[in-house]
């Protein structure tokens, strides 16, 4: 077992929370046209929206990598302390005026990436996702962000086990304590779940949520929790595991089981 039984179920339990926070927010823009702070969403065909979403992350991991290679660690943190405070906001503003959700947005902000703790980060990580959920759950169908997993987790394989860069980002990350997904310290160690892990089957929680109801998207979302529990529990301690082609699996798992019922 990769991490002890207390932090693999803490871990497992934050990624729930971020599900079903995730899922409401999410619901309560699929009728809005409009996203808080004049965000527009990508004007693309649900059938092929998985590609240009592709080339925006490899894109982005591109920056990052260079980022990362000359040691860029002010520009990291302005980069991230943006799309911090953008998804706190959209996440926020889905149940408070738009003006206290930027005010909450930017101070959660300030505090994850320059007043650091364990508390805010986790915390701040619980509703980072459901943002960025928002913003492309109702640009997929299920085909679309089906593929969308399907090449995302064969990149994580690739990323994680052949060039390993994404073993080195994770490492940077961690020794800039500034992390993209839930970190949980202990005995001179830390247990990690990329926000990738978060963001992905979320979005596709979302998007059967949008296209049958919410106890499906929640289905799907617990599904995904077991399958990332079934990973912690056969992984082996000081190694680095791609985690999407397991979330991947429980996803379709949980919708499968959705069509059962």
């Known amino acids: 077992m990769k991490h002890t039984w207390q932090i693999t179920l803490i871990l497992i339990g934050l990624f729930i929370v971020s599900q079903i926070v995730g899922l409401f927010v999410v619901d309560s823009y699929l009728d809005k046209p409009d996203l808080p702070l004049g965000i527009e969403r990508p004007d693309i065909e649900e059938n092929i929206s998985y590609i240009p979403v592709l080339i925006a992350i490899l894109f982005a991991t591109g920056i990052a990598l260079l980022l990362i290679k000359f040691n860029a660690v002010k520009i990291w943190k302005i980069w991230f302390f943006i799309?911090?405070?953008?998804?706190?906001?959209?996440?926020?503003?889905s149940f408070i005026p738009e003006v206290i959700a930027l005010i909450l947005g930017l101070g959660f902000a300030f505090?994850?990436?320059?007043?650091?703790?364990?508390?805010?980060h986790n915390f701040t990580e619980i509703f980072i996702y459901p943002g960025i959920a928002a913003i492309f759950v109702p640009i997929f169908n299920l085909m679309?962000?089906?593929?969308?997993?399907?090449?995302?987790?064969?990149?994580?394989?690739?990323?994680?086990?052949?060039?390993k860069h994404m073993v080195k980002m994770a490492e940077f990350q961690s020794e800039t304590k500034i992390f993209?997904?839930?970190?949980?310290?202990?005995?001179?160690?830390?247990?990690?779940?990329?926000?990738?892990d978060i963001g992905f089957p979320l979005m596709f929680a979302g998007v059967v949520m949008k296209t049958s109801n919410m106890l499906n998207g929640v289905i799907?979302?617990?599904?995904?929790?077991?399958?990332?529990?079934?990973?912690?529990?056969?992984?082996?301690?000081?190694?680095?595991?791609?985690?999407?082609?397991?979330v991947t699996a429980g996803c379709v798992v949980g919708y499968l089981i959705t069509l059962l019922l």
């Not at 799309?83 to 503003?93: A, M, N, P, S």
């Not at 505090?111 to 805010?120: S, Y």
């Not at 089906?146 to 987790?153: A, K, T, Y």
């Not at 990332?228 to 529990?233: E, R």
């Open 180 to 196: 993209a997904g839930l970190l949980i310290p202990y005995k001179k160690t830390r247990a990690v779940l990329g926000g990738g």
């Open 220 to 246: 799907v979302s617990l599904f995904a929790a077991l399958a990332l529990f079934i990973l912690f529990y056969m992984a082996k301690k000081e190694k680095f595991y791609p985690a999407m082609p397991f």
């Open 83 to 93: 799309g911090v405070v953008v998804t706190l906001t959209i996440t926020f503003g």
């Open 144 to 163: 679309s962000i089906f593929i969308l997993l399907v090449v995302i987790s064969i990149y994580d394989i690739i990323a994680v086990w052949k060039t």
């Open 111 to 120: 505090f994850k990436i320059f007043k650091t703790n364990v508390i805010v």
